[in-house]
Nanobody
Framework: QVQLEESGGGLVQPGGSLRLSCAAS????????IGWFRQAPGKEREAVSC?????????YTDSVKGRFTISRDNAKNTTVYLQMNNVKPEDTAVYYC????????????????????WGQGTQVTVSS
């Protein structure tokens, strides 16, 4: 069964750090770019970051630039990470990962409908 599973969420104080993981099972991530999205209560799901299949290109939404870092375990190519530093209360959301095709990535990375194989999400709560 092909699926992605997010983990690493939790409660963190403002200014703290978390590392989210997106693990694949049933398939290899070699040929997929991976995106992270988030959905806060009462809001639409938004794109946070994306990394190409070869990890040579990354994208970030403006609100997380300089604080979040996306990476992938290219040795095994089964896991993608989202390092979240200096978190803020507005980062509170359920975080999801999903696959997207590399072609034209700079045009599509922020478009939810371009993604497949969504995980179930992991809750991140930033609060003192």
């Amino acid at each position: 069964q092909v699926q992605l599973e997010e983990s690493g969420g939790g409660l963190v104080q403002p200014g703290g750090s978390l590392r989210l993981s997106c693990a694949a099972s049933g398939f290899n991530l070699d040929y997929y770019a991976i995106g992270w999205f988030r959905q806060a209560p009462g809001k639409e799901r938004e794109a946070v970051s994306c990394i190409s299949s070869r990890a040579d290109i990354t994208y970030y939404t403006d609100s997380v630039k300089g604080r979040f870092t996306i990476s992938r375990d290219n040795a095994k190519n089964t896991t993608v990470y989202l390092q979240m530093n200096n978190v803020k209360p507005e980062d509170t959301a359920v975080y999801y990962c999903a696959t997207v095709i590399d072609a034209g990535l700079r045009h599509v990375w922020g478009r939810e409908k371009e993604y497949d194989n969504w995980g179930q999400g992991t809750q991140v709560t930033v609060s003192s």
